[in-house]
């Protein structure tokens, strides 16, 4: 098991460019979530999923969108990126609707400029 | 939405002491409360967890207590060593989803 795989793990965007951010499980988990951490600060969601086909927003949506088209992978895009979207971002998949087993990818780091 | 506060932000402690985070909420609906550590550069890991019905949970040196009254959980650290060293943070889950606090930053003085 590959666990939580993020794509890619590095990236430079100019501002106003657009990406795309992969997250894909191998645990067959049907809760999926996006979080950014900026320096000294804690995590904060973006975007979640509940199953497949299904997204939510987070505490911090704005100049992002998700897609759930398939069980395994949730996808972060940016339409039009910002320096303010120089952040760290983690994706995260869940087995239960308790809160148990979250497990992290290793996270993306991003950088706009 | 949640609202979460740690403190202290920051912690230095001596190697052998004992190290105390705590970290409040606000939704009264929240029922598991996790505590995650993450060293420089990696994913955030969890260390521990405790669920609404009980008060304590010790796994070795770590501990964490709840109080659902009071709305705040705490995370207990006794004989430091220096691996002890990163950030941790509490994550109260309700909803669906964590909602992590800000983090405190543990220092283990040698």
């Known amino acids: 098991n590959a666990g939580v795989t993020q794509t890619p793990k590095f990236r430079v965007l100019k501002t106003g460019q657009s990406m795309t951010l992969l997250c894909a499980q191998d645990m067959n988990h049907e809760y999926m979530y996006w979080y950014r951490q900026d320096p000294g600060m804690g995590l904060r969601l973006i975007h979640y999923s509940v199953g497949e086909g299904t997204t939510a927003k987070g505490e911090v949506p704005d100049g992002y969108n998700v897609s759930r088209l398939k069980k395994q992978n949730f996808l972060l895009g940016l339409e039009s990126a910002a320096p303010s979207q120089t952040s760290v971002y983690f994706c995260?998949?869940?087995?239960?609707?308790?809160?148990?087993?979250?497990?992290f990818g290793s996270g993306t780091r991003l950088t706009v400029v | 939405g949640e609202n979460v506060e740690q403190h202290p932000s920051t912690l230095s402690v001596q190697e052998g002491d004992s190290a105390v985070i705590k970290c409040t909420y606000s939704?009264?609906?929240?029922?598991?409360f996790p505590w995650y550590k993450q060293e420089l550069g990696k994913r955030p890991q969890l260390i521990i967890d405790?669920?609404?019905?009980?008060g304590e949970k010790k796994d070795q040196r770590i501990a964490v207590t709840l109080n659902k009254t009071a709305k705040h959980f705490s995370l207990h650290i006794t004989e430091t060593q220096p691996e002890d060293s990163a950030v941790y943070f509490c994550?109260?889950?309700?909803?669906?989803?964590?909602?992590f606090g800000a983090g405190t930053t543990v220092t283990v003085r040698a």
């Open positions: 405790i669920r609404s019905n009980v």
């Open positions: 939704d009264s609906a929240s029922n598991y």
């Open positions: 995260a998949s869940s087995y239960s609707k308790t809160g148990y087993g979250y497990t």
């Open positions: 994550a109260p889950f309700n909803d669906y989803k964590l909602s």
